[in-house]
Nanobody, 125 residues
């Protein structure tokens, strides 16, 4: 069973950047597809980005495409989310998620088995 711990959240002005990291432990990280989701107050959790176990395929929500980049370092058991050109509507708690599979990752939160505790991202206008 894998444990996930996110970090890197904070307060940033619109147009700024943040880099989120998620460190995994307790499993063979390279065997897991990884995803980032977010949840704003009063809204459902939504897909942000996902990456295949090998790092060879990535997926993005339309709302973040061209601004966010997901990457992974299997040697360091880490998946990252570089967020540029942040907007106030990006404000949310960001969650790291994992599923043990060699298949392409899903954009559905229900597909993932493991979740981190979340990290708050607040973008001021």
């Amino acid at each position: 069973q894998v444990q996930l711990v996110e970090s890197g959240g904070g307060l940033v002005q619109a147009g700024g950047s943040l880099r989120l990291s998620c460190v995994a432990s307790g499993g063979t990280f390279r065997n897991y597809a990884m995803g980032w989701f977010r949840q704003a107050p009063g809204k459902e959790r939504e897909f942000v980005a996902a990456i295949k176990w090998s790092g060879t395929m990535t997926y993005y929500a339309d709302s973040v495409k061209g601004r966010f980049t997901i990457s992974r370092d299997n040697a360091k058991n880490t998946v990252s989310l570089q967020m540029n050109s942040l907007k106030p509507e990006d404000t949310a708690v960001y969650y790291c998620a994992a599923r043990r599979t060699f298949s392409d990752p899903s954009t559905s939160s229900a597909w993932y088995n493991y979740w981190g505790q979340g990290t708050q991202v607040t973008v001021s206008s």
